[in-house]
Each structure stands twice: as C-alpha cells, then as structure tokens.
C-alpha cells in the first residue's frame, strides 16, 4: 500500500510539473508577444510622431505667405485672400480691375508651396479653395434669406468664385505640381465658420484658402 501510495504521489507531481512547465512556457510566449508587439505599437507611434512633428514645420512655414496677398485666421486654422473682390450681386466672374493682385496671389501661393516641396518631396498638400456669398441685406430682399431656392443658388454661385478664381490662375501659369497638390473647389454659400454679420455682411464676399499638408498619394483631378 505504501509503495502504491508514493507511486501515485510521483505521478500527482510529474503531471503537477508538466502543467507549471507548461504554464512557464504560455507565460513565455506572451511575454514575447507582448514586448514583440509593444515593440512594433512603439515604432508605429514614433513614425507618427515624426510625421506630425514635420507637418507641424510645414504648416508654419506655410503660414509664412505674403500678407499682402493672405491673412491667416488662427481661430479657424485657414487663409483668407486679403483682396477684397466686390462681385457684383449674383455674379462670379472676377472684375477687371481684381484680376492683377488675383493672379499675384496665385504666384505667391505657387511659391512658398513650391518651396516647401522641395525641402521635403514626400509631403502631399490638399489646397481647397473656398468661394463665399453674402446675404441680402436691402430690407425689400431679405426675405429671400429664407427662401430655399435662393439659398441653394448661393452655394453655386460660391462655388463658381471659386472655380473663377482657379481658373484665373491656372490660365496664367500657375499650374501647381499634380503629382503632390490637389486642388479642391468649394463654395460655402451663406454659411461656413468666421462669417461677417450685421453692417459687414457685403465682407463675406471672399476666397478662403485652406492648405492642409498629409502623407499619402494625390490624384490628378480636372476641373474644366
């Protein structure tokens, strides 16, 4: 009975040690695949961190535009054309004597994204160019601030600024690169952040500008 007795204990702690081996050896594993993969969550976080590091060095030498031509909005993170364009009510076409800062602005815009591009080529720009309407602010039209038809033509008529606009400068050479710029045309209507109100209301005839540096590849886009 004694001899039965200490067999069935060495074979309680035979199976007692192969289950901690086995034990040790899961524990071993995930330990290796955790610290495998807090190594590979560590060099995912240190590559965007570098990347956000340099977008936060191409966005500020962006902001470096000549304010002749752009005034930066810090509450709302874009440019807006210091040209004050005064379109005439309901149309987009940009009058005559607008067009030479216009094209000026294009240049200029052109230049310091050029710039930038070639300090760093792996750097991709989406540029949206922002067309703007204001409302009506003749007492005997304004109530067709509030009529749906006419709302809707606003947002049209923004966007066709807009298209003026680029159109004006792509007319005039300024042809940015389509293999890292890709222009995006908007038009907010009588809407949008940082809008002009009251006695102001005719300022909310503009451009905004919107230069947003990314990683990643453009796709050629045609407007015409």
Sequence with gaps: MALRKNKDENNYWI???????GFLIVFIILTFAVYKNYKHKAKEIEVLLN????????????NNLNSKYFVFDTANKRHELSIKVLFP??????????????INAGKELKRVIDNVSNADSNIRYLV??????AKYNNPKEK?????????ERTYVLSYKRAKALYELW????MKFKS???E??????????AGRYHGKEEDKNKRFLIQIIPKIGEIKNNSFK
């Design 51 to 62: 990347e956000y590091k340099k977008i936060e060095e191409i966005k500020s030498a962006l």
């Design 143 to 151: 109530w067709k601030n509030s009529d749906p038809k006419y709302k």
């Design 15 to 21: 199976s007692y040690s192969d289950l901690m081996t």
């Design 179 to 181: 293999n890292n710029v």
């Design 183 to 192: 222009i995006i045309l908007a038009g907010s209507g009588w809407f949008g």
């Design 170 to 173: 792509d007319d005039n050479k």
């Design 128 to 133: 949206i160019i922002e067309g703007m309407a």
């Design 89 to 102: 009510p309901g149309k987009y076409n940009i009058p005559a004597k607008y067009r030479k800062e216009c």
